[in-house]
């Protein structure tokens, strides 16, 4: 018998459990008793007994006789896992490492209903670059380029009703919108600094859904807008979003 590959744990058991959870979260339908054992190595009998521990705990499915699916429990877990997620505390180290990168202050905004929200931005003090949280700033979507960078998924009706709101050119705010759809970031203007620009990118939930956007204030370059963009997708993975595509009709 060949001992599951992965993933490797101190306690033999444990290392058959994660890799039966694995093969499990491999297909769409149930898996088989058979297959199960050829993906993991495991003895049909063990990975039999092990499969019915799982069951009583609700991490594991029977599907009908000889076969197996994950189970509820994994699903509740992870909506705690979820609920606990702070956009604050994720989008922290990330970035502290672009300020570091850039030399300059990285800004991280929430994006609520149809309004952005500044929650805090790094700063460079005695002991290293920190996040400051800042008075809370709101502004309409439209009215600026990280709000803008929050309506990657927004359709075009959604986006001429906002500009309606707000008073905005729609046909500027869409050129803007395509702008990002094909780079993942929004590069502008910065109205609240006159004659400095805006970098900004979205961050996404497990859902897929724009929850806030990253931004730095300066000269605009394409490496800086790289960099935002990376440091915006590795945030976006720490919240559970798998990267799929962002276009919207």
């Given amino acids: 018998m060949n001992d599951p590959k992965s993933p490797p744990t101190s306690i033999q058991v444990m290392s058959r459990m994660f890799a039966l959870l694995d093969t499990l979260a491999q297909g769409q339908e149930a898996v088989s008793l058979k297959h199960i054992s050829a993906q993991t190595g495991l003895h049909p009998s063990t990975a039999h007994r092990i499969l019915n521990d799982l069951a009583a705990g609700r991490y ?92 990657v998924k ?40 006159p004659g400095q620009s805006c970098t900004a990118a979205p961050l996404y939930n497990d859902a897929g859904l724009v929850i806030g956007a990253l931004a730095i204030t300066g000269p605009s370059s394409p490496e800086l807008a790289q960099a935002v963009r990376e440091a915006s997708e590795r945030i976006s993975t720490h919240l559970g979003w798998t990267g799929d595509d962002i276009a919207t009709a």
Avoid: F, W
């Avoid at 905005?168 to 109205?191: C, K």
């Fill in 60 to 151: 594991v499915e029977r599907a009908g006789p000889g076969s197996y699916r994950l189970g509820l429990r994994l699903l509740e877990l992870g909506n705690l896992v979820r609920s606990r997620l702070d956009l604050r505390e994720e989008a922290g180290k990330p970035m502290q490492e672009l300020h570091r990168q850039l030399g300059t202050a990285v800004s991280l905004y929430a994006r609520q209903d149809h309004e952005s929200v500044l929650l805090t931005r790094t700063a460079q003090e005695r002991h290293g670059i920190q996040l400051q949280r800042v008075a809370a700033h709101r502004s309409g979507l439209t009215e600026s380029v990280a709000g803008r960078s929050m309506l």
């Fill in 154 to 193: 927004d359709s075009a009706a959604q986006i001429h009703h906002l500009c309606q709101q707000s008073g905005q050119r729609a046909e500027a705010v869409s050129l803007d919108v395509q702008q990002l759809r094909q780079n993942g970031v929004l590069v502008g203007p910065d109205d609240s600094a």
